[in-house]
């Protein structure tokens, strides 16, 4: 038995609750946000966030990351993307690609899919040796260890659905032209390989969940809970980071 058996997959709201709770949950993170960049009562900047959203294709990574950033300012966050490595990020550190995205204090980032997929798609598909994905999870968590001790916060969301929720998604992304382009015949290949990518998805579980950056595995069933469930997350995880904060001293001339 790995977490994602323990998970709840029934979890649902209403659409009255999941309104007026994600309502709520977009003020609160606007004000925070405004906090963290230090555009209220204190001109200093706060910890950075980061968000990271990992999961399933089609569990919803993007509808999250919408709502998330809906109520947000353009100017105050960036998304990042990342699909398969060019040549030249091939050529370095897989984690190079990765840094020069990460937000700095005071910064609010969210990253749609990241660094995982070295001991993900990369260990399934056979793009990384046994003794590279492996070697990765030690090299995962001191990068992340590294970041939270120098004032960013991470919150690591996995995002599930079940195969036959998954199915129906795809099908309807099939049948709809403006959303077909979603939908890749990679996405239907990894399908067949949904016993080695549960395998994969549980060992970085047991091997990257560590304190100072924990996994959040979310139920992607019903979309509403998702979308709710992650940003709600994303405002406790902030309120705990800004307490833990201990702001530099940048001097009058703005440096230590």
């Known amino acids: 038995m790995g977490r994602l058996d323990d998970l709840d997959m029934t979890a649902r709201l209403s659409r009255d609750e999941y309104e ?8 609160r993170l606007l004000e925070m946000r405004l906090h963290t960049g230090g555009h209220l009562n204190n001109p200093e900047p706060g910890p950075g966030v980061l968000v990271v959203l990992e999961g399933a294709d089609a569990g919803g990574k993007g509808g999250a990351i919408k709502r998330i950033v809906e109520p947000l300012d353009p100017r105050h966050y960036r998304v990042a993307t990342f699909a398969k490595p ?19 204090l005071g910064g609010f980032a969210l990253f749609d899919r990241s ?15 046994t003794a590279q994905w492996r070697r990765a999870y030690d090299e995962i968590v001191q990068f992340e260890r590294n970041l939270v001790l120098e004032g960013i916060i991470i919150v690591k969301f996995w995002l599930h659905i079940s195969p036959d929720e998954q199915l129906r998604r795809f099908e309807r992304r099939q049948r709809d032209p403006l959303r077909r382009w979603k939908l890749t015949e990679e996405d239907w290949r990894n399908r067949d390989k949904a016993d080695r990518y549960t395998d994969a998805i549980e060992d970085m579980f047991a091997h990257t969940d560590h304190p100072l950056a924990p996994w959040h595995i979310v139920s992607g069933e019903q979309k509403r809970w998702a979308r709710v469930h992650v940003i709600e997350t994303v405002l406790a995880e902030m ?3 800004i307490e833990e904060f201990e702001h530099p001293d940048w001097g009058e001339d703005g440096f230590a």
């Open 86 to 104: 060019s040549y030249e990020e091939k050529r370095r550190h897989f984690l190079w690609r990765f840094w020069r995205e990460v937000p700095g």
């Open 239 to 241: 309120e705990r980071g």
């Open 115 to 129: 660094w995982y997929g070295r001991v993900l798609v990369e260990r399934v598909e056979g793009y990384a040796s």
């Open 20 to 27: 007026q709770r994600l309502q709520a949950a977009q003020r």
